[in-house]
């Protein structure tokens, strides 16, 4: 009877995602019933559009973490492709939209593709690589844009309706949100290369030595993350209609590392999924929306995010543990068994 | 024969020729910008600025070698600064303040290392998340204030003199090598550095060594805890007021120090004298930078970019050494196999 009411709850609890959609629901019904405006209709728009650019790059995010490395780089990708998108845009005003979504993506593309050769062929660990790397591109917003920001008459009107038009309920920016994940997701369980890039995460050593190469599929993560970062630039663009080359996508990387830990990928590799990532995206814009709404200080905000990422890894540990044990004590078992 | 052993026990150690190489061509760069660049006063001023994140990188430096990472000292050093802000604000004396402060960076510290060793969490997340919690910590008592008027005893550290007259000794400067050759010796004289690198290269032997290596990792959290505290109370005293955004991204600079200095990021190898070195160098490029006009987001670039290849021209030269010496065996064996 024990046995089983224990294995029923880490069951559950093994289901992560369960868990985080639990404290999302509880988050809104406190937030809801503290201050009913909180499900008006333009304050869950604004949720859901600082969600959808979080969850776009949180989708690459997760394939980086998945292969033991992390991108402390996107929010400067996201900001370069931004601003080269929009100089392109500023310079020549009938650009086609399609032409300056995939100037913002290959722009992307190329930053993920540098770190992806500095982590692979030069060897260097992800966390100093991309450390540079934020630094470097950066500064290359600041030198390609000669400090001078891109106004909101400006940025065509193109792209500004990705945020506010839609084919169908939801807007251009959350069907690309959505789209993301579910690509991501597709790619991790449902095809071969996802299965490498699982294998590569959870064990390095062996993985090479069955025969994959290591520096194809961190270059491919790296580069996925680059792309993502780009269309994350596009989707910045539209929401904001400013690019300030000090402000745009400045401490992204924060908000989206957060997002993929507290959606249960493991920081040391080999686990995670994208929809874990994109519930921790809801919930961290639900949380800090929710806070604003609700009339607590923004100056809590900050604590909020700090406290619910120790809560998520200690939780995620502690399930961790439990299940290791019960394994060992099952092998015992069977050995006293024999 | 007797003259090559010579040079190679003069030789610099590698990991100082990188940031020693940079730390040259700043100071060329930037006394072609102007004249008194070299100037020993306005070097010997300029430090001023530094000498927080070289504390910070000092202190850092026992973590990175133990295996781990602190993100949040710029976070504590910001709390440290608000909790001596706020203490002042209600009256109590500066000096109490000025302990208070550091005691805060230290439990701050150990906040750390405790979660980091009692649930068994890789200190990257955790201090990810307690940069957040302890920069939150620090708007929720500062919000949007600016605590000022502090004592005239209390403010200029930084201007004061150890030595007067030309060029003239100021007193962080004098703080900063004190600390830099206690760390020294701690680091290469005394057990305990030993220890560091111990449980860096290899926690779990040194465990079954009979080592207590969760306290090694704690006390180096501790410590960095401890500096960070010490840090605010010097940039209370340098700037004269205290917001909630004091040193903001500082820990990304005091980390690049430590990585430019060599340290291994993966733990078990590390020097202070490469710490300092490397602070000199970016000093030496961030100033020459300022004096070319140079944006501080681009200097920032720059800096990103030297990190970089400095860990990477070594790679490059020892894949070139590697991959020479496999050709030359190559031949050997096959001119062998031709004798034969």
């Known amino acids: ?338 | 024969m007797t003259s090559a052993k010579k040079t190679r026990r003069f030789a610099l150690p590698s990991h100082l020729t990188g940031p020693l190489l940079i730390l040259i061509i700043a100071m060329i760069y930037g006394s072609l910008g102007s004249e008194y660049f070299l100037d020993p006063a306005s070097i010997i001023f300029n430090t001023g600025r530094y000498i927080e994140i070289g504390l910070l990188a000092l202190a850092l430096t026992f973590v990175i070698i133990n295996g781990d990472i602190d993100l949040s000292v710029a976070s504590i050093l910001a709390a440290s600064a608000a909790v001596m802000a706020k203490l002042f604000a209600a009256g109590t004396p500066i000096l109490w303040c000025a302990l208070a402060a550091v005691f805060t960076g230290f439990i701050l510290g150990m906040i750390n290392g405790l979660i980091v060793i009692k649930f068994g969490l890789p200190s990257l997340v955790v201090t990810l998340a307690t940069l957040a919690l302890y920069r939150g910590l620090t708007q929720v008592l500062l919000e949007d204030s600016v605590v000022a008027d502090y004592p005239e005893s209390f403010v200029g550290f930084d201007q004061r003199l150890v030595i007067g007259g030309y060029p003239g000794f100021p007193a962080p400067l004098a703080v900063f090598i004190v600390a830099s050759i206690i760390f020294y010796f701690i680091l290469r004289k005394a057990n305990y550095g030993l220890l560091n690198v111990m449980t860096g290269s290899n926690a779990s032997s040194t465990k079954f060594s009979g080592i207590n290596v969760n306290s090694v990792r704690l006390s180096a959290f501790a410590l960095s805890g401890l500096v960070s505290g010490i840090c605010a109370v010097m940039i209370t005293s340098r700037l004269g007021s205290t917001i909630s955004n004091v040193g903001l991204g500082l820990e990304l600079l005091a980390i690049t120090v430590v990585v430019l200095g060599g340290t291994d990021i993966f733990g078990g190898r590390g020097t202070i004298s490469g710490t300092v070195v490397a602070l000199l160098a970016i000093m030496a490029v961030r100033e020459s930078l300022v004096i070319q006009d140079i944006n501080g987001q681009v200097q920032d670039g720059a800096i990103g970019l030297l990190l970089i290849l400095t860990v990477l021209v070594p790679r490059i030269r020892s894949a070139i050494v590697d991959n020479r010496n496999r050709k030359k065996r190559f031949n050997e064996a096959q001119s062998q196999i031709a004798n034969h």
């Open chain 1, 1 to 338: 009877m024990a046995k089983n009411s224990i294995s029923g709850v880490s069951v559950l609890l093994k289901k992560r995602e369960f868990g985080i959609f639990i404290f999302i629901v509880l988050l809104l019904v406190i937030f809801g019933s503290l201050e009913p405006r909180f499900f008006r209709a333009d304050n869950l728009n604004a949720i859901l559009s600082s969600v959808g650019i979080l969850m776009v790059v949180g989708a690459g995010q997760t394939l980086v973490i998945v292969t033991r490395n992390i991108d402390l780089s996107v929010g400067s990708t996201l900001g370069f492709s931004a601003m080269v998108m929009g100089m392109v845009a500023r310079e020549n005003p009938d650009f086609p939209l399609v032409g300056l979504i995939l100037i913002a993506l290959v722009a992307g593309g190329v930053c993920g593709l540098i770190n992806g050769l500095l982590v692979s062929y030069g060897k260097i660990p992800s966390i100093i690589a991309t450390l540079g790397t934020l630094a470097i591109f950066r500064g290359a917003v600041f030198l390609v844009s000669d400090n001078v920001q891109i106004d909101p008459n400006d940025v065509p009107q193109a792209v500004i309706n990705l945020a506010t038009t839609s084919p169908i309920r939801i807007s251009w920016l959350l069907i690309f949100a959505i789209v993301s994940i579910l690509l991501v997701h597709y790619i991790s369980s449902k095809t071969l290369l996802g299965k490498r890039i699982y294998a590569i995460g959870s064990n390095p050593e062996g993985a090479v030595s069955r025969g994959l190469s290591f520096d194809r599929i961190t270059i491919l993560v790296f580069v996925s993350v680059g792309v993502l970062a780009g269309l994350g630039g596009v989707l910045y663009t539209a929401r904001y209609a400013t690019i300030n080359p000090a402000d745009v996508g400045r401490g992204l990387e924060f908000d989206v590392i957060s997002a993929v830990v507290i959606g249960g990928t493991n920081i040391f590799g080999g686990s995670g999924t994208a929809f874990g990532t994109a519930l921790g995206c809801i919930l961290i814009g639900v949380l800090s929306n929710g806070l604003t709404v609700v009339g607590v200080s923004p100056f809590w905000k900050a604590c909020a995010t700090g406290l619910l990422i120790l809560a998520a890894v200690a939780i995620d540990n502690f399930v961790r543990r439990k299940q290791e044990e019960r394994f060992l004590l099952e092998i015992r078992n069977q050995r006293t068994a024999e």
